[in-house]
């Protein structure tokens, strides 16, 4: 069996309810798209974490260096990195209190999506986030 995101109306009620975003790998420079997509979904109200040991702040929100420094609730740990890393940030990912390990467009781990899914965190891969907000129409 092969990975599989869990269906439109479960993304859009995630994407609802939630508040915190954890993005991991999350770029200061403007013109990268960590920062861009990261900046419309705080413009659409979520507050962003920013968790990247490179960056002290981004987008006015102090950075963390790992997931595991993060003390406040995370309700979604959208990953910027490339498919080889998702392993190691599932592990970490799986220390802390998140329901929802989100990875963008492009990126993919089966390693990473089984972990997760043994540890009872919903996985979504290879979808952009300020997407599927869009698309699944969003109300926050």
Known sequence: ???ENPQNEEIKKILEESKTIAVVGLSDNPNRTSYEISKIMQDNGYK??????MVDEVLGEKAYTSLTEVKEKVDI????RRSEFLPEIAKEAAKIDCKVFWAQQGII???AYY????????VIMD???KVAHSVLKVNN
């Open 115 to 122: 972990y997760l899914k043994e540890h009872d965190v919903t």
């Open 48 to 53: 962003i974490i920013p968790v990247n040991p």
């Open 127 to 129: 979808l952009c986030i």
């Open 77 to 80: 740990i959208n990953v910027f």
């Open 109 to 111: 781990n089966e390693e």
């Open 1 to 3: 069996m092969s990975w």
